[in-house]
Protein backbone atom coordinates (compact mmCIF):
# COMPACT_ATOMS: atom_id res chain seq x y z
CA UNK A 1 0.00 0.00 0.00
CA UNK A 2 1.19 2.82 -1.14
CA UNK A 3 -0.31 6.78 -1.29
CA UNK A 4 1.68 9.08 -3.63
CA UNK A 5 1.26 12.65 -3.63
CA UNK A 6 1.68 13.80 -6.75
CA UNK A 7 2.24 17.43 -8.34
CA UNK A 8 -0.29 18.15 -11.06
CA UNK A 9 1.51 21.15 -12.01
CA UNK A 10 -0.05 24.71 -12.55
CA UNK A 11 -3.11 23.73 -14.63
CA UNK A 12 -1.47 22.97 -18.41
CA UNK A 13 -1.97 19.50 -18.43
CA UNK A 14 1.16 18.64 -20.68
CA UNK A 15 3.01 20.04 -17.57
CA UNK A 16 2.23 16.90 -15.68
CA UNK A 17 5.41 14.53 -15.59
CA UNK A 18 5.85 11.49 -16.78
CA UNK A 19 5.88 9.75 -13.49
CA UNK A 20 2.71 11.20 -12.46
CA UNK A 21 1.04 10.16 -15.25
CA UNK A 22 2.30 6.78 -14.98
CA UNK A 23 0.84 6.35 -11.57
CA UNK A 24 -2.69 8.40 -12.83
CA UNK A 25 -2.92 5.28 -15.13
CA UNK A 26 -2.64 3.14 -12.22
CA UNK A 27 -4.68 4.94 -9.70
CA UNK A 28 -7.34 2.90 -7.30
CA UNK A 29 -8.32 5.93 -5.75
CA UNK A 30 -7.43 9.65 -7.04
CA UNK A 31 -7.78 12.40 -4.40
CA UNK A 32 -7.79 15.77 -6.10
CA UNK A 33 -7.98 19.83 -5.56
CA UNK A 34 -9.44 22.42 -7.43
CA UNK A 35 -6.41 23.62 -8.85
CA UNK A 36 -6.06 20.21 -10.90
CA UNK A 37 -6.93 20.07 -14.18
CA UNK A 38 -9.71 18.22 -14.91
CA UNK A 39 -8.66 16.63 -18.31
CA UNK A 40 -6.02 14.97 -15.94
CA UNK A 41 -8.67 12.91 -14.15
CA UNK A 42 -9.06 11.15 -17.83
CA UNK A 43 -5.71 9.27 -17.09
CA UNK A 44 -6.77 7.31 -14.54
CA UNK A 45 -8.68 4.21 -14.85
CA UNK A 46 -12.83 4.46 -15.33
CA UNK A 47 -12.73 2.06 -12.58
CA UNK A 48 -11.00 4.53 -10.10
CA UNK A 49 -12.88 6.45 -7.13
CA UNK A 50 -12.53 10.06 -7.48
CA UNK A 51 -12.53 12.40 -4.39
CA UNK A 52 -12.55 16.24 -4.66
CA UNK A 53 -11.32 17.84 -2.44
CA UNK A 54 -10.96 21.19 -3.36
CA UNK A 55 -10.83 24.25 -1.45
CA UNK A 56 -12.20 27.96 -3.24
CA UNK A 57 -11.21 31.02 -1.35
CA UNK A 58 -13.35 31.61 1.91
CA UNK A 59 -14.88 27.53 1.70
CA UNK A 60 -13.34 24.94 2.51
CA UNK A 61 -15.67 21.63 2.36
CA UNK A 62 -12.59 19.30 3.46
CA UNK A 63 -10.07 20.80 6.24
CA UNK A 64 -6.89 20.00 5.91
CA UNK A 65 -7.24 17.77 8.63
CA UNK A 66 -9.71 15.63 7.30
CA UNK A 67 -8.01 15.37 3.91
CA UNK A 68 -4.64 13.91 5.85
CA UNK A 69 -7.57 11.34 7.59
CA UNK A 70 -8.64 10.50 4.13
CA UNK A 71 -5.63 9.76 3.00
CA UNK A 72 -4.62 7.28 5.82
CA UNK A 73 -7.58 6.00 5.56
CA UNK A 74 -7.73 5.05 1.79
CA UNK A 75 -4.05 4.37 1.76
CA UNK A 76 -4.66 1.69 5.00
CA UNK A 77 -6.93 -0.28 2.65
CA UNK A 78 -3.78 -1.54 0.45
CA UNK A 79 -4.96 0.78 -2.40
CA UNK A 80 -3.13 2.75 -5.22
CA UNK A 81 -3.41 6.55 -4.12
CA UNK A 82 -2.66 9.35 -6.22
CA UNK A 83 -3.19 13.01 -4.24
CA UNK A 84 -3.03 15.22 -7.00
CA UNK A 85 -2.20 18.33 -5.64
CA UNK A 86 -1.48 21.73 -8.12
CA UNK A 87 1.67 22.58 -8.79
CA UNK A 88 4.63 21.12 -6.54
CA UNK A 89 2.88 19.59 -3.71
CA UNK A 90 5.90 20.55 -1.42
CA UNK A 91 5.88 24.60 -2.53
CA UNK A 92 2.77 26.19 -0.34
CA UNK A 93 0.31 23.28 -1.13
CA UNK A 94 0.70 21.30 2.40
CA UNK A 95 1.87 18.53 1.52
CA UNK A 96 4.11 18.35 4.06
CA UNK A 97 1.44 18.13 6.27
CA UNK A 98 0.02 15.31 4.28
CA UNK A 99 3.46 13.06 4.22
CA UNK A 100 3.83 13.96 8.15
CA UNK A 101 0.22 12.65 8.42
CA UNK A 102 0.94 9.47 6.69
CA UNK A 103 4.33 8.62 8.69
CA UNK A 104 2.69 8.75 11.62
CA UNK A 105 -0.06 6.31 10.60
CA UNK A 106 2.57 4.26 9.38
CA UNK A 107 1.57 4.28 5.92
CA UNK A 108 4.51 4.45 3.00
CA UNK A 109 4.10 6.76 0.86
CA UNK A 110 6.09 8.92 -2.11
CA UNK A 111 6.46 12.09 -3.60
CA UNK A 112 6.20 12.91 -7.20
CA UNK A 113 7.49 16.69 -7.53
CA UNK A 114 5.14 18.81 -9.84
CA UNK A 115 6.42 22.18 -11.83
CA UNK A 116 5.34 25.01 -9.57
CA UNK A 117 3.76 27.71 -10.87
CA UNK A 118 6.07 29.97 -9.15
CA UNK A 119 8.07 29.10 -12.32
CA UNK A 120 5.83 28.34 -15.26
CA UNK A 121 3.42 30.57 -14.61
CA UNK A 122 5.95 33.37 -15.14
CA UNK A 123 7.37 31.55 -18.36
CA UNK A 124 3.87 31.42 -19.43
CA UNK A 125 3.19 35.28 -19.48
CA UNK A 126 6.64 35.76 -21.29
CA UNK A 127 8.27 36.81 -18.07
CA UNK A 128 11.87 35.01 -16.93
CA UNK A 129 12.06 35.09 -13.25
CA UNK A 130 15.59 35.76 -13.88
CA UNK A 131 17.52 37.31 -16.32
CA UNK A 132 21.55 37.71 -16.56
CA UNK A 133 23.05 40.87 -15.04
CA UNK A 134 19.47 42.99 -14.01
CA UNK A 135 17.77 39.75 -11.85
CA UNK A 136 19.99 36.71 -10.59
CA UNK A 137 17.88 35.64 -8.02
CA UNK A 138 14.33 35.31 -7.42
CA UNK A 139 12.28 34.75 -3.91
CA UNK A 140 9.22 33.10 -3.58
CA UNK A 141 6.86 33.65 -0.84
CA UNK A 142 3.43 33.08 0.05
CA UNK A 143 0.61 35.78 0.26
CA UNK A 144 -1.31 33.94 2.14
CA UNK A 145 -0.29 35.10 5.65
CA UNK A 146 -1.96 38.07 6.68
CA UNK A 147 0.74 40.69 6.35
CA UNK A 148 -0.79 43.19 8.67
CA UNK A 149 -0.53 40.67 11.93
CA UNK A 150 2.79 39.18 13.38
CA UNK A 151 3.99 36.39 10.62
CA UNK A 152 6.79 34.45 9.46
CA UNK A 153 7.23 36.73 6.10
CA UNK A 154 9.13 39.31 6.99
CA UNK A 155 7.96 41.59 4.05
CA UNK A 156 10.51 44.33 4.00
CA UNK A 157 13.71 41.90 4.45
CA UNK A 158 12.36 40.68 1.09
CA UNK A 159 12.10 43.93 -0.20
CA UNK A 160 15.92 44.46 0.67
CA UNK A 161 16.71 41.16 -0.71
CA UNK A 162 16.68 42.66 -4.48
CA UNK A 163 15.78 40.62 -7.54
CA UNK A 164 12.70 38.84 -8.94
CA UNK A 165 9.97 38.64 -5.85
CA UNK A 166 7.34 35.70 -6.79
CA UNK A 167 4.27 35.94 -4.74
CA UNK A 168 1.51 33.00 -4.36
CA UNK A 169 -2.02 33.17 -3.22
CA UNK A 170 -1.58 36.78 -2.18
CA UNK A 171 -4.97 39.10 -4.46
CA UNK A 172 -7.01 38.74 -0.93
CA UNK A 173 -3.61 40.88 1.07
CA UNK A 174 -2.51 42.62 -2.05
CA UNK A 175 -3.12 46.03 -0.80
CA UNK A 176 -0.64 45.74 2.32
CA UNK A 177 1.66 43.58 0.75
CA UNK A 178 2.68 46.12 -1.86
CA UNK A 179 2.41 48.87 1.29
CA UNK A 180 5.43 46.80 3.11
CA UNK A 181 7.54 46.31 0.23
CA UNK A 182 7.32 49.91 -0.62
CA UNK A 183 8.00 50.55 3.37
CA UNK A 184 10.97 48.45 2.76
CA UNK A 185 12.59 50.15 -0.32
CA UNK A 186 11.30 48.75 -3.28
CA UNK A 187 10.30 51.77 -6.09
CA UNK A 188 6.67 52.25 -6.37
CA UNK A 189 7.77 52.41 -10.37
CA UNK A 190 9.21 48.45 -10.21
CA UNK A 191 7.57 47.04 -13.53
CA UNK A 192 4.48 44.50 -11.99
CA UNK A 193 2.37 41.53 -13.38
CA UNK A 194 -0.56 39.55 -12.14
CA UNK A 195 -1.32 36.41 -13.77
CA UNK A 196 -4.68 34.36 -13.54
CA UNK A 197 -4.93 30.79 -14.36
CA UNK A 198 -1.81 30.80 -15.77
CA UNK A 199 -0.82 28.33 -17.64
CA UNK A 200 -4.61 27.51 -18.97
CA UNK A 201 -6.34 28.92 -22.02
CA UNK A 202 -8.08 31.24 -19.47
CA UNK A 203 -4.62 32.72 -18.58
CA UNK A 204 -4.84 36.41 -18.09
CA UNK A 205 -1.85 38.62 -17.48
CA UNK A 206 -1.85 42.28 -15.82
CA UNK A 207 1.18 44.66 -16.58
CA UNK A 208 1.23 47.17 -14.28
CA UNK A 209 3.92 48.74 -11.74
CA UNK A 210 4.01 48.11 -7.50
CA UNK A 211 2.40 51.43 -7.38
CA UNK A 212 -0.26 50.61 -9.67
CA UNK A 213 -1.09 46.95 -9.33
CA UNK A 214 -3.65 46.97 -6.89
CA UNK A 215 -5.69 49.60 -9.00
CA UNK A 216 -6.31 46.79 -11.34
CA UNK A 217 -9.73 44.23 -10.29
CA UNK A 218 -7.05 41.03 -9.79
CA UNK A 219 -9.09 37.97 -8.90
CA UNK A 220 -7.70 34.71 -7.47
CA UNK A 221 -5.47 32.03 -8.34
CA UNK A 222 -3.01 34.20 -9.37
CA UNK A 223 0.84 34.84 -9.67
CA UNK A 224 2.00 37.83 -8.51
CA UNK A 225 5.43 39.33 -10.16
CA UNK A 226 7.40 42.11 -9.04
CA UNK A 227 10.92 42.97 -10.35
CA UNK A 228 12.69 44.26 -13.68
CA UNK A 229 11.77 41.04 -15.00
CA UNK A 230 7.87 41.97 -15.14
CA UNK A 231 8.34 44.97 -17.79
CA UNK A 232 9.31 42.28 -20.14
CA UNK A 233 7.16 41.26 -22.65
CA UNK A 234 8.43 37.54 -24.40
CA UNK A 235 4.74 37.00 -24.88
CA UNK A 236 4.13 33.91 -26.64
CA UNK A 237 1.16 31.87 -24.76
CA UNK A 238 -1.66 34.34 -25.17
CA UNK A 239 -0.40 34.91 -28.50
CA UNK A 240 -1.04 31.27 -29.81
CA UNK A 241 -3.63 31.28 -32.38
CA UNK A 242 -6.71 29.64 -30.98
CA UNK A 243 -5.74 31.52 -27.30
CA UNK A 244 -8.84 31.37 -25.09
CA UNK A 245 -11.04 29.83 -27.59
CA UNK A 246 -13.33 27.10 -25.88
CA UNK A 247 -14.33 24.22 -28.94
CA UNK A 248 -16.34 21.59 -28.57
CA UNK A 249 -15.25 18.54 -29.62
CA UNK A 250 -18.14 15.52 -30.78
CA UNK A 251 -15.81 12.74 -31.95
CA UNK A 252 -16.08 9.52 -30.26
CA UNK A 253 -13.68 9.59 -27.17
CA UNK A 254 -11.42 6.90 -28.55
CA UNK A 255 -10.60 8.80 -31.80
CA UNK A 256 -11.01 12.53 -30.32
CA UNK A 257 -6.93 12.83 -28.16
CA UNK A 258 -5.13 13.55 -32.06
CA UNK A 259 -7.84 16.78 -32.38
CA UNK A 260 -7.87 17.54 -28.50
CA UNK A 261 -4.04 17.29 -28.49
CA UNK A 262 -4.07 19.85 -31.29
CA UNK A 263 -6.51 22.11 -30.22
CA UNK A 264 -4.41 22.64 -26.90
CA UNK A 265 -1.46 23.34 -29.00
CA UNK A 266 -2.51 26.02 -30.56
CA UNK A 267 -4.15 27.58 -27.29
CA UNK A 268 -7.66 26.57 -27.84
CA UNK A 269 -9.61 24.75 -24.68
CA UNK A 270 -11.45 21.89 -25.74
CA UNK A 271 -14.40 20.88 -24.88
CA UNK A 272 -15.25 17.28 -25.48
CA UNK A 273 -18.59 16.45 -25.65
CA UNK A 274 -18.78 12.93 -27.38
CA UNK A 275 -22.10 12.03 -28.76
CA UNK A 276 -21.10 9.12 -30.42
CA UNK A 277 -19.30 5.53 -29.77
CA UNK A 278 -18.12 3.06 -32.22
CA UNK A 279 -18.82 -0.43 -31.59
CA UNK A 280 -19.10 -3.66 -33.79
CA UNK A 281 -21.97 -4.52 -36.07
CA UNK A 282 -25.14 -6.34 -34.66
CA UNK A 283 -23.83 -9.58 -35.35
CA UNK A 284 -20.46 -9.34 -33.72
CA UNK A 285 -18.13 -8.57 -37.06
CA UNK A 286 -19.38 -12.14 -37.98
CA UNK A 287 -20.08 -11.18 -41.68
CA UNK A 288 -16.78 -9.10 -42.16
CA UNK A 289 -14.80 -12.25 -40.76
CA UNK A 290 -16.70 -14.49 -43.55
CA UNK A 291 -16.52 -11.59 -46.22
CA UNK A 292 -12.80 -11.29 -45.62
CA UNK A 293 -12.11 -15.36 -45.53
CA UNK A 294 -13.13 -15.22 -49.15
CA UNK A 295 -11.03 -11.94 -49.91
CA UNK A 296 -9.65 -14.32 -52.68
CA UNK A 297 -13.08 -13.90 -54.64
CA UNK A 298 -12.71 -10.24 -54.65
CA UNK A 299 -10.64 -7.81 -57.02
CA UNK A 300 -10.83 -4.64 -54.22
CA UNK A 301 -11.27 -4.28 -50.90
CA UNK A 302 -12.95 -0.11 -50.14
CA UNK A 303 -12.48 0.65 -46.57
CA UNK A 304 -14.04 3.93 -46.32
CA UNK A 305 -12.86 4.95 -42.45
CA UNK A 306 -10.42 4.94 -40.22
CA UNK A 307 -12.96 2.85 -37.94
CA UNK A 308 -13.38 0.20 -40.77
CA UNK A 309 -9.66 0.21 -41.19
CA UNK A 310 -9.40 -0.86 -37.29
CA UNK A 311 -11.92 -3.68 -37.52
CA UNK A 312 -10.64 -4.89 -41.28
CA UNK A 313 -7.47 -5.19 -39.71
CA UNK A 314 -8.42 -6.72 -36.60
CA UNK A 315 -10.54 -9.02 -38.64
CA UNK A 316 -7.79 -10.39 -40.61
CA UNK A 317 -4.97 -10.64 -38.49
CA UNK A 318 -2.44 -10.59 -40.76
CA UNK A 319 -2.27 -8.30 -43.64
CA UNK A 320 -1.07 -11.01 -45.94
CA UNK A 321 -4.40 -12.09 -46.08
CA UNK A 322 -5.21 -9.15 -48.33
CA UNK A 323 -2.76 -10.15 -51.01
CA UNK A 324 -5.02 -11.39 -53.59
CA UNK A 325 -6.86 -8.05 -53.56
CA UNK A 326 -6.11 -4.04 -54.24
CA UNK A 327 -7.45 -1.96 -51.61
CA UNK A 328 -9.00 1.70 -51.76
CA UNK A 329 -9.13 3.81 -48.71
CA UNK A 330 -11.86 6.44 -48.79
CA UNK A 331 -9.17 9.95 -47.55
CA UNK A 332 -5.43 9.84 -45.85
CA UNK A 333 -6.91 9.08 -42.59
CA UNK A 334 -7.96 5.57 -43.72
CA UNK A 335 -4.81 4.88 -45.43
CA UNK A 336 -2.85 5.77 -42.34
CA UNK A 337 -4.88 3.32 -40.63
CA UNK A 338 -4.05 0.43 -42.79
CA UNK A 339 -0.63 1.61 -43.23
CA UNK A 340 -0.28 1.07 -39.68
CA UNK A 341 -1.49 -2.66 -40.18
CA UNK A 342 1.06 -3.01 -42.74
CA UNK A 343 -1.59 -2.22 -45.62
CA UNK A 344 -0.49 0.24 -48.51
CA UNK A 345 -3.59 1.47 -49.82
CA UNK A 346 -3.39 1.43 -53.92
CA UNK A 347 -6.00 3.87 -54.28
CA UNK A 348 -7.04 7.20 -52.35
CA UNK A 349 -8.77 9.99 -54.11
CA UNK A 350 -7.59 13.25 -53.90
CA UNK A 351 -10.80 14.99 -52.12
CA UNK A 352 -11.92 12.91 -49.70
CA UNK A 353 -15.64 12.31 -50.56
CA UNK A 354 -17.44 8.93 -51.73
CA UNK A 355 -17.75 10.58 -55.09
CA UNK A 356 -14.19 11.12 -55.67
CA UNK A 357 -13.25 7.72 -55.40
CA UNK A 358 -16.19 6.68 -57.61
CA UNK A 359 -14.59 8.74 -59.76
CA UNK A 360 -10.97 7.74 -59.58
CA UNK A 361 -11.77 3.83 -59.52
CA UNK A 362 -11.07 2.12 -62.83
CA UNK A 363 -13.70 -0.44 -64.90
CA UNK A 364 -13.36 -3.83 -64.50
CA UNK A 365 -11.13 -5.50 -67.25
CA UNK A 366 -11.35 -9.59 -68.63
CA UNK A 367 -9.10 -10.37 -66.08
CA UNK A 368 -10.79 -9.65 -63.08
CA UNK A 369 -13.69 -11.30 -60.83
CA UNK A 370 -15.74 -8.10 -61.45
CA UNK A 371 -16.45 -7.93 -57.76
CA UNK A 372 -15.75 -5.06 -54.44
CA UNK A 373 -16.02 -5.77 -51.16
CA UNK A 374 -17.28 -2.56 -49.48
CA UNK A 375 -16.05 -2.55 -45.19
CA UNK A 376 -17.79 0.49 -43.99
CA UNK A 377 -20.59 1.51 -41.06
CA UNK A 378 -24.15 -0.21 -40.77
CA UNK A 379 -25.49 3.76 -41.60
CA UNK A 380 -23.58 5.12 -44.86
CA UNK A 381 -25.03 7.18 -47.91
CA UNK A 382 -25.73 4.89 -51.10
CA UNK A 383 -23.41 6.83 -53.35
CA UNK A 384 -20.43 4.74 -52.93
CA UNK A 385 -22.05 0.98 -53.87
CA UNK A 386 -24.49 2.21 -56.17
CA UNK A 387 -21.49 4.38 -58.54
CA UNK A 388 -19.15 1.31 -58.83
CA UNK A 389 -21.92 -0.63 -59.40
CA UNK A 390 -22.46 1.95 -62.05
CA UNK A 391 -19.37 1.22 -63.51
CA UNK A 392 -19.46 -2.47 -63.85
CA UNK A 393 -18.78 -4.16 -60.85
CA UNK A 394 -20.58 -6.55 -58.80
CA UNK A 395 -20.62 -4.85 -54.98
CA UNK A 396 -20.91 -6.52 -51.86
CA UNK A 397 -21.25 -4.28 -48.67
CA UNK A 398 -20.51 -5.77 -45.26
CA UNK A 399 -21.14 -3.65 -41.99
CA UNK A 400 -17.81 -3.51 -40.31
CA UNK A 401 -19.13 -0.98 -37.29
CA UNK A 402 -21.94 0.90 -36.30
CA UNK A 403 -22.40 4.45 -33.86
CA UNK A 404 -24.22 4.42 -31.27
CA UNK A 405 -25.69 7.79 -29.33
CA UNK A 406 -24.15 8.58 -26.25
CA UNK A 407 -26.12 10.55 -23.01
CA UNK A 408 -25.01 14.02 -22.68
CA UNK A 409 -24.80 15.30 -19.10
CA UNK A 410 -25.97 18.38 -17.66
CA UNK A 411 -22.16 19.84 -16.84
CA UNK A 412 -21.07 18.85 -20.47
CA UNK A 413 -24.46 20.54 -21.28
CA UNK A 414 -23.48 23.75 -19.42
CA UNK A 415 -19.74 23.89 -20.86
CA UNK A 416 -21.14 24.01 -24.46
CA UNK A 417 -23.38 26.94 -23.84
CA UNK A 418 -19.97 28.75 -23.06
CA UNK A 419 -18.47 27.14 -26.01
CA UNK A 420 -17.04 29.66 -28.96
CA UNK A 421 -17.24 26.70 -31.97
CA UNK A 422 -17.95 23.70 -32.05
CA UNK A 423 -16.50 20.83 -34.48
CA UNK A 424 -18.46 18.02 -36.48
CA UNK A 425 -16.29 14.95 -38.03
CA UNK A 426 -19.24 13.15 -39.06
CA UNK A 427 -22.86 13.36 -40.36
CA UNK A 428 -23.95 10.94 -37.03
CA UNK A 429 -21.88 13.49 -34.96
CA UNK A 430 -24.12 16.51 -36.32
CA UNK A 431 -27.48 14.20 -35.98
CA UNK A 432 -26.96 13.20 -32.52
CA UNK A 433 -25.61 16.29 -31.16
CA UNK A 434 -28.97 18.08 -32.68
CA UNK A 435 -30.37 15.12 -31.16
CA UNK A 436 -28.97 14.95 -27.66
CA UNK A 437 -28.82 19.17 -26.93
CA UNK A 438 -30.87 20.65 -29.72
CA UNK A 439 -30.43 23.32 -32.58
CA UNK A 440 -30.38 26.64 -30.31
CA UNK A 441 -27.66 24.70 -28.19
CA UNK A 442 -25.45 24.99 -30.64
CA UNK A 443 -22.40 27.59 -30.23
CA UNK A 444 -21.90 30.38 -32.31
CA UNK A 445 -19.72 29.42 -34.46
CA UNK A 446 -19.71 25.48 -36.66
CA UNK A 447 -17.22 24.09 -38.65
CA UNK A 448 -17.43 20.77 -40.43
CA UNK A 449 -14.73 18.32 -41.96
CA UNK A 450 -16.15 18.02 -45.47
CA UNK A 451 -18.89 18.74 -47.43
CA UNK A 452 -20.89 15.57 -46.41
CA UNK A 453 -21.10 16.65 -42.91
CA UNK A 454 -21.82 20.19 -43.56
CA UNK A 455 -24.72 19.00 -45.86
CA UNK A 456 -26.20 17.27 -43.05
CA UNK A 457 -25.56 20.21 -40.85
CA UNK A 458 -27.81 22.41 -42.56
CA UNK A 459 -30.41 19.71 -43.31
CA UNK A 460 -30.21 19.71 -39.25
CA UNK A 461 -30.77 23.48 -40.00
CA UNK A 462 -27.43 24.71 -38.59
CA UNK A 463 -25.44 27.40 -40.08
CA UNK A 464 -21.92 26.18 -41.15
CA UNK A 465 -19.70 28.56 -40.68
CA UNK A 466 -16.57 26.98 -42.89
CA UNK A 467 -15.44 23.34 -44.26
CA UNK A 468 -12.29 22.23 -44.17
CA UNK A 469 -10.60 22.32 -47.73
CA UNK A 470 -8.91 19.09 -46.76
CA UNK A 471 -10.89 16.67 -45.67
CA UNK A 472 -9.05 15.97 -42.53
CA UNK A 473 -7.89 16.20 -38.75
CA UNK A 474 -5.32 18.97 -40.08
CA UNK A 475 -7.73 20.16 -42.63
CA UNK A 476 -10.33 20.96 -39.83
CA UNK A 477 -7.53 22.67 -37.58
CA UNK A 478 -7.03 25.11 -40.37
CA UNK A 479 -10.64 26.08 -41.00
CA UNK A 480 -10.81 26.88 -37.62
CA UNK A 481 -7.58 28.84 -36.76
CA UNK A 482 -8.45 30.87 -40.33
CA UNK A 483 -11.72 31.28 -38.92
CA UNK A 484 -11.85 31.72 -35.22
CA UNK A 485 -8.26 32.84 -34.75
CA UNK A 486 -7.42 35.72 -32.22
CA UNK A 487 -6.26 37.54 -36.08
CA UNK A 488 -9.56 37.26 -37.17
Same mark, same amino acid.
Given at each position: MTVYLVGAGPGDPGLLTVRGAELLARAEVVVYDRLSAPSLLELAPPTAELIDVGKTPGRATWSQAAICALLVDRGMTGALVVRLKGGDPFVFARGGEEAQALLDAGVPF??????????? !????????????????? %? +???????? $?????? @???? =? !?????????????? =??????????? =??????? *? $??????????????? !???????? *??????????????????????? %???? $??????? @? !? +??????? $?????????????????? @???? @?????????????LARIAEYDWLVVTSPNGAARVLAAVRDARVLAPVRVAALGPGTAEALREGNVVADLVPEQFVAEALVDAFPRPTSDDHGRVLIARAAVARAVLPEGLAARGWSVDVVEAYRTVAIPVDDTRRAEVATADAITFTSSSTVERFVEALGVDAVPPMVVCIGPVTAATARACGLRVDAVASEHSIDGLVEALVYHAGRGR
Open positions: EVVPGVSSAIA !VPAYAGIPVTMRYSSTS %F +TVVTGHED $PSKASE @VDWE =A !VARVGGTIVILMGV =ARLGAIVDRLL =AGGVPGD *T $PAAAIRWGTRPDQHT !VRATLATL *TEHRLEPPATIVVGAVAGLDLTW %FERR $PLFGRRI @V !V +TRARRQS $PALVTRLRELGAEPIEVP @VIDV @VDPEDGGRALRAA
